[in-house]
């Protein structure tokens, strides 16, 4: 790392609030970091509570306060939210930045969540590049613009497949009016200025989605900067990168690891379904008892406020094959050769983790991207399987159960664990030196020191 008087240029970085928006965005500053670039990571005031002054050489910095009207609780709920966060945070955005241009290391670039594109007007109307990072995969947002491309006459078949997209999971927002709900015209806005932008960041690489990427670089700047894991676990070219330096919830230790290391190779289940998807009662249940009926070993990360949901002795009717905890560092799981598959909600961070780590998965996706996510696993990518969903949205116990047999011990399980390590030697060839992401890294720091 080069000293605070050699920095090659100075990133302003603008996550969104939350661990799967927040995580790849300080993982891609870090890579920033390591090139020469002086990193200042402006983030809400009550996850600065929960960080370490520093996280590495970058210095954090708040942006907004989103408990001082309740949150996401307070009035009119996350649209509300949203307003709120783009009145006061421009402004402080503006006053961060002017505060810099002053010093020694004025900033020469905002790289910013797209979901809050006012953070790109500031940057043009302040002379400085900006560089939409999206936490979402390619394929994800090429679906996004398409419905922004439709036409009014098809908006009622788009209105029908809506609930297929699992939006019936998620807060309200607000008024339904409008062609599109709340939820997805607060996602359609990223691409409202897209086009202003200097950069389109994707936590990806290039031959995960190739195909994808080849209709999206026609439309925008697109350069693919993954996977944003911590270097430990792909080129282990960033000194000290262990970890992602925030979690929403507190891990339990070593308890996890020293399980697992009871256990032998590929024969745990891990599932998680991160830390917003919520299952019902009923899902939570056939998920239970599926995995009892499987006779794998398995831990299932449970959050604290999810634990009500479990049958009554559940845990002790499991507790020689599994553990249940309330929240574990997930990489640390993944990469334990005790682990052989993954039961996830197909969030995109995980989906990127488990690619990386070569682990298969049984997808089980609940809302938005997941569903995208989970059709690249099973039939793009064909390193998992997803069970079959019922009328009312529910995956019965005995779909779990032939689902981690088939994955772990099944006629596919081979040709599964081929594919899945076949991306895992991808992804970590396209962060080392000379690989597509880090080609792509060294391209945005050579325009940055330009500037």
Known sequence: MEDAGTYKAHVLVLPFHGQGHMNPMIQFSKRLASKGIKITLAIFLSAIKTMPPQVGSISLEPIYDDLAHGGLNGPDGFKGFIERFQSTGSKNLVDLIIKHQESKHPIKCIVYDPILPWS??????????????????????????????????ESTQIQKSLPELGLHHLPSMGSDSGRFPP????????????????????????????EVLKDLVKQYPVRTVGPTLPSMYLDNRVEGDKDYGFNLFESIGDTCINWLNT????????????????LNTEQMEELAWGLKQSNANFIWVVRASEENKL?????????????????????????????????????????????????????????????????????????????????????????????????????????????????????????????????????????????
């Open 263 to 278: 256990k032998d190779t590929r024969s745990v289940v891990y599932v998680s379904f991160g830390s917003a998807a919520s």
């Open 120 to 153: 790109l007007d500031v940057a043009k109307e302040l002379g400085i590049a900006g560089a939409a990072f999206f936490t979402q995969s390619c394929a994800t947002i090429a679906s996004y613009l398409q419905l922004i491309k439709e036409d009014s006459s």
């Open 311 to 451: 049958p009554i002795r559940f845990k002790e009717a499991t507790s020689e094959k599994g553990l249940v905890v309330t929240w574990c560092t997930q990489l640390e799981v993944l990469s334990h050769e005790a682990v052989g598959c993954f039961v996830t909600h197909c969030g995109w961070n995980s989906t990127v983790e488990a690619v990386s780590l070569g682990v298969p998965m049984i997808a089980m996706p609940q809302f938005l991207d997941q569903f995208t996510d989970a059709k690249f696993i099973e039939e793009v990518w064909e390193v998992g399987v997803r069970p079959k969903v019922d009328e009312k949205g529910l995956v019965a116990r005995e779909d779990i159960e032939a689902c981690i047999k088939q994955v772990i011990l099944g006629e596919r399980a081979e040709n599964i664990k081929i594919n899945a390590s076949k991306l895992q030697k991808l992804a970590k060839e396209a962060v080392d030196e000379g690989g597509s992401s880090d080609r792509n890294i060294e391209e945005i720091v050579a325009k940055l020191v330009g500037y």
């Open 183 to 210: 939820i997805l015209r607060l996602i359609l806005s990223q691409f409202a200025n897209i086009d202003k932008a200097d950069w389109v960041l994707f936590n990806s690489f290039d031959q995960l989605e190739d």
